[in-house]
């Protein structure tokens, strides 16, 4: 598993948010993964993908969110796969909070592309607005899509879980959505084929004239620094500097409580 390779980083990402691998007695478990049974293509990807034995099965069951369930499972049992994967960053049992990018060299935009297809979602709000977003407990895995993202979309995102299940939200929309979802998921690379649907059906959207653009963030130097701190008031900083009162407050706050450094 050579996570260099598009189709094995993609395979690991989605394996590390969706998959799980399972202890038994001795050296005896398994890794498998259980999804929609209209997702069963992924599934025949993944198992041509792997050089050992593995089995689809499908079911029907009863859930919190269905009365009947049909769903697909993918399984290996072979311990030399269960090694590489864990050995890569997939542990046994609960997984959540602990799963990590790969320490090692990676196609990080397939294995984020993975990270979405099993825990994110991409598509229109209610209000008709392009969105990509991901749900994650997992601050490694927070931090990599929010620093991939800027590099693509200069839209910076502060981490922060949230007070119902102590999770984090990350949302992109508008043109940072369109950008972000057309840098993922490219033509011909292996995803859930009704999230690549949704995410080349984004292009699109087109910003209407009457909707203004929020302004680029402000880059902030150790002169400006300088100038917000010795100024008598904010509105004088403020008039200074040619902004509005209400970044410059922030940006002294910040200062002053010791969030950001202070110019030398």
């Given at each position: 598993?050579?996570?260099?390779?598009p189709?094995?980083?993609?395979?690991f990402g989605?394996?590390?948010a969706?998959?799980?691998?399972?202890?038994?007695t001795?050296?005896?478990?398994?890794?498998?993964?259980?999804?929609?049974?209209?997702?069963?293509?992924?599934?025949?990807?993944?198992?041509?993908?792997?050089?050992?034995?593995?089995?689809?099965?499908?079911?029907?069951?009863?859930?919190?969110?269905?009365?009947?369930?049909h769903?697909?499972?993918?399984?290996?049992c072979?311990?030399?796969?269960?090694?590489?994967?864990?050995e890569?960053?997939?542990?046994?049992?609960?997984k959540?909070?602990?799963?990590a990018p790969?320490?090692?060299?990676?196609?990080?935009?397939?294995?984020?592309?993975g990270?979405?297809?099993?825990?994110?979602?991409l598509?229109?709000t209610?209000q008709?607005?392009?969105?990509?977003?991901?749900?994650?407990?997992?601050?490694?895995?927070?931090?990599c899509?929010?620093?991939?993202?800027?590099?693509?979309?200069e839209s910076?995102?502060?981490l922060?879980?949230?007070t119902?299940?102590?999770?984090?939200?990350?949302?992109?929309?508008?043109?940072?959505?369109?950008?972000?979802a057309?840098q993922l998921y490219?033509?011909?690379?292996?995803?859930?084929?009704?999230?690549?649907?949704?995410?080349?059906?984004l292009?699109?959207?087109i910003?209407?004239?009457?909707?203004?653009?929020?302004?680029?963030?402000i880059q902030?130097?150790?002169?400006?620094?300088?100038?917000?701190?010795s100024?008598?008031?904010?509105?004088a900083?403020a008039?200074?500097?040619g902004?509005?009162?209400?970044?410059?407050?922030?940006r002294r706050?910040?200062?002053?409580?010791?969030l950001?450094p202070?110019?030398?």
């Amino acid at each position: 598993m050579d996570l260099t390779v598009p189709e094995y980083a993609y395979m690991f990402g989605f394996l590390q948010a969706d998959g799980h691998l399972h202890q038994g007695t001795g050296q005896k478990g398994r890794l498998s993964v259980e999804l929609n049974a209209r997702d069963v293509e992924l599934l025949r990807e993944f198992q041509k993908l792997t050089p050992y034995y593995s089995s689809i099965t499908e079911r029907t069951r009863t859930t919190n969110f269905a009365e009947s369930a049909h769903s697909a499972v993918w399984t290996v049992c072979s311990l030399e796969a269960r090694t590489r994967i864990n050995e890569l960053g997939l542990p046994y049992g609960r997984k959540s909070m602990c799963i990590a990018p790969p320490t090692s060299e990676f196609s990080k935009r397939d294995y984020l592309r993975g990270i979405i297809d099993a825990d994110g979602s991409l598509g229109y709000t209610s209000q008709g607005l392009p969105f990509v977003s991901l749900t994650t407990a997992s601050t490694a895995i927070g931090a990599c899509l929010c620093s991939y993202a800027q590099q693509i979309t200069e839209s910076e995102r502060t981490l922060k879980r949230n007070t119902r299940d102590a999770i984090y939200n990350i949302l992109y929309t508008k043109e940072s959505a369109q950008a972000l979802a057309a840098q993922l998921y490219y033509p011909g690379c292996i995803s859930l084929e009704r999230k690549h649907s949704a995410a080349q059906s984004l292009a699109s959207w087109i910003r209407p004239a009457s909707m203004e653009r929020r302004p680029p963030p402000i880059q902030w130097t150790p002169e400006m620094d300088r100038i917000l701190l010795s100024a008598p008031t904010i509105a004088a900083a403020a008039a200074e500097l040619g902004y509005s009162n209400s970044p410059c407050q922030t940006r002294r706050w910040k200062l002053l409580h010791g969030l950001v450094p202070l110019p030398d």
